[in-house]
C-alpha cells in the first residue's frame, strides 16, 4: 500500500490497536484478540520482546485479512529500516526524529509521529510527517486540549495517543482527531496477567462497534435536508 492508501486506511480505521505485552506468548494472544474482534491495523510497539520477528509474523499471518501492521516506539531511523524489513507499514514514534520521518518518507511508509504542545506539532508536521501523535492525549487535557489545539492547527491530522479510555473514543473523534490508539483500554494489564483474552476481544469488539455505529450515524446524518 501508498502512503496516500496507508492514511486513508487509517482515517476509515480510525482504530490503531496497540500490542505492548510483556512476552511474545501475551502479545500473539493479545493480536489474535484484537483481529479477531475487528481491529484491522496492529501495532506493535519495539519495547515488546522479539518485536520485529512479531512484526514479520503478523505481517504474513493477518495480511489476507486486510490487517496492516505498525511498528511503535520507533526510535531511530534504524529501528524504522529493521521494521520495514519485517513487513510494517506504519511508522509510529513517542515523539519527533526528523531522520525517522525521512527513512519513512523515503520508503513510502506512513510516519506518524509524537508532539505534545502546538509548537512540537508544527514542528512534527513540517518536518514531513503525515500524522501527528498527540502524546500522551490524556495528560495533556484530553478532548478539550484536541479541540483548543484544532482551532489554530486545522491543518495537521492528529491521532491521539494513549491512554484513550474506551469512553472517551468519540469525544477524541469529535474534538478533531482521525483516530486513536488503543492499547492498555483494551489489552488491561491484569486481564493480561491472568490471560482473559476473550475479555480481551470483547473490549475491543466494543472499541470497534463505537466507531461503526458513530460511522453509520453520520451517514445517516449526511442525508438529511
Same mark, same amino acid.
Given at each position: 500500500m501508498s502512503r496516500k492508501e496507508l492514511f486513508e486506511k487509517v482515517a476509515m480505521e480510525q482504530i490503531i490497536g496497540v500490542v505492548r505485552e510483556n512476552s511474545v506468548a501475551a502479545a500473539e494472544s493479545v493480536a489474535e484478540a484484537f483481529v479477531a474482534n475487528g481491529i484491522r491495523i496492529l501495532e506493535v510497539t519495539l519495547t515488546t520482546p522479539e518485536a520485529f520477528g512479531l512484526i514479520e509474523r503478523f505481517a504474513q499471518k493477518f495480511a489476507p485479512m486486510g490487517v496492516v501492521i505498525a511498528a511503535g516506539t520507533t526510535r531511530s531511523a534504524n529501528d524504522a529500516a529493521q521494521a520495514r524489513r519485517a513487513g510494517a507499514k506504519i511508522i509510529v514514534s513517542p515523539h519527533t526524529d526528523v531522520s525517522v520521518i525521512e527513512y519513512a518518507n523515503e520508503h513510502d511508509l506512513l510516519c506518524v509521529a509524537g508532539a505534545g504542545t502546538a509548537t512540537e506539532i508544527i514542528r512534527a508536521w513540517e518536518a514531513g510527517c503525515d500524522i501527528v501523535k498527540v502524546f500522551p492525549a490524556l495528560y495533556l487535557g484530553g478532548p478539550d486540549y484536541i479541540r483548543t489545539l484544532r482551532g489554530p492547527i486545522r491543518d495537521v491530522p492528529m491521532l491521539a495517543g494513549g491512554p484513550v479510555p474506551l469512553d472517551t @473514543? &468519540? *469525544?477524541?473523534?469529535?474534538?478533531?482527531?482521525?483516530?486513536? #490508539?488503543?492499547?492498555? *483500554?483494551?489489552?488491561?494489564?491484569?486481564?493480561? #496477567? =491472568? &490471560?482473559?483474552?476473550?475479555? @480481551?476481544?470483547?473490549? /475491543?469488539?466494543?472499541? =470497534? *462497534? @463505537? @466507531?461503526?455505529?458513530? #460511522?453509520?450515524?453520520? =451517514? /445517516? &446524518? *449526511?442525508?438529511?435536508?
Amino acid at each position: 500500500m501508498s502512503r496516500k492508501e496507508l492514511f486513508e486506511k487509517v482515517a476509515m480505521e480510525q482504530i490503531i490497536g496497540v500490542v505492548r505485552e510483556n512476552s511474545v506468548a501475551a502479545a500473539e494472544s493479545v493480536a489474535e484478540a484484537f483481529v479477531a474482534n475487528g481491529i484491522r491495523i496492529l501495532e506493535v510497539t519495539l519495547t515488546t520482546p522479539e518485536a520485529f520477528g512479531l512484526i514479520e509474523r503478523f505481517a504474513q499471518k493477518f495480511a489476507p485479512m486486510g490487517v496492516v501492521i505498525a511498528a511503535g516506539t520507533t526510535r531511530s531511523a534504524n529501528d524504522a529500516a529493521q521494521a520495514r524489513r519485517a513487513g510494517a507499514k506504519i511508522i509510529v514514534s513517542p515523539h519527533t526524529d526528523v531522520s525517522v520521518i525521512e527513512y519513512a518518507n523515503e520508503h513510502d511508509l506512513l510516519c506518524v509521529a509524537g508532539a505534545g504542545t502546538a509548537t512540537e506539532i508544527i514542528r512534527a508536521w513540517e518536518a514531513g510527517c503525515d500524522i501527528v501523535k498527540v502524546f500522551p492525549a490524556l495528560y495533556l487535557g484530553g478532548p478539550d486540549y484536541i479541540r483548543t489545539l484544532r482551532g489554530p492547527i486545522r491543518d495537521v491530522p492528529m491521532l491521539a495517543g494513549g491512554p484513550v479510555p474506551l469512553d472517551t @473514543i &468519540e *469525544s477524541y473523534l469529535d474534538a478533531g482527531c482521525m483516530a486513536v #490508539n488503543l492499547g492498555a *483500554s483494551l489489552a488491561v494489564p491484569d486481564l493480561v #496477567n =491472568t &490471560e482473559q483474552w476473550e475479555e @480481551i476481544g470483547r473490549r /475491543a469488539l466494543l472499541a =470497534t *462497534s @463505537i @466507531i461503526q455505529s458513530r #460511522n453509520v450515524a453520520i =451517514t /445517516a &446524518e *449526511s442525508y438529511v435536508h
